[in-house]
């Protein structure tokens, strides 16, 4: 089964609002990766957060891995219709959480 | 500089038959990882190869295998396939424990 536990499975969202998905490991983590695929796409690689507590932007997307290094976030601020994905989040073993849906309706 | 290819893009088989998808990595990149993902559904991993030998593996059956070749390349094998093995079959590569990338994906129905 998988290590890391991702909610929620599903978003949909007004454009323009915010958009949050969590990522939950029962075990410390040396890393943490996130990813994002496109409708019919592959997964692509987003951002790799390893030290406690980080935070890390990219334009409207800002990833936190926590204190502890046991859970993970990626908040989009003010979605756009180019946002619709599915956002994945990977342990240090390559394992993935089943990932968020997001809709965004324009 | 080439990424990740997969072949075949696309294969139908019966029930019952055996199915290998194949994988070529990023030149230089020794790690392959092979995951399943069923339609609408997350990605579940299957097999971690690197440097030729199997690293880690899923929760899936035996019949579930694999290989990787001197050349950093892998083979997946599925025997005796079920109707529940329809799936997109992706392959991902990195150079140790670096960032992985994915290939397009093999579609394989089962009928």
């Known amino acids: 089964g998988q290590q890391v536990m991702q909610i929620p499975q599903y978003q949909h969202v007004q454009e323009g609002e915010d958009f949050t998905t969590y990522c939950n490991s029962s075990?410390?983590?040396?890393?943490i990766q996130w990813y994002k695929q496109r409708p019919g796409g592959h997964p692509v690689f987003l951002i790799q957060?390893?030290?406690?507590?980080e935070v890390k932007k990219q334009k409207r997307l800002t990833f936190q891995f926590g204190e502890a290094k046991k859970n993970s976030s990626l908040h989009i601020t003010a979605t756009q219709t180019t946002d619709v994905g599915t956002y994945f989040c990977?342990?240090?073993?390559?394992?993935f959480g089943a990932g968020t849906r997001l809709t965004v309706k324009p | 500089e080439a990424g990740v290819t997969q072949s075949p893009t696309h294969l139908i088989k019966t029930r019952g038959q055996q199915a290998t998808l194949r994988c070529s990595p990023i030149?230089?990149?020794?790690?392959v990882y092979w995951y399943q993902q069923a339609l609408g559904l997350g990605l579940q991993f299957l097999l971690w190869?690197?440097?030729?030998?199997?690293?880690n593996r899923g929760n899936f059956p035996p019949r579930f295998s694999g290989r990787q070749f001197p050349n950093y390349s892998s083979e997946l094998n599925v025997n005796a396939l079920e109707l529940e093995d329809s799936a997109l079959y992706l392959c991902?590569?990195?150079?140790?424990?670096?960032?992985?990338?994915f290939g397009e994906g093999s579609w394989l129905t089962v009928v």
């Open positions: 991902a590569s990195s150079q140790g424990w670096n960032t992985i990338y």
């Open positions: 030149s230089g990149h020794t790690s």
């Open positions: 075990t410390t983590l040396s890393n």
């Open positions: 957060l390893v030290k406690s507590g």
């Open positions: 990977a342990d240090n073993d390559m394992r």
């Open positions: 190869y690197d440097e030729g030998e199997e690293r």
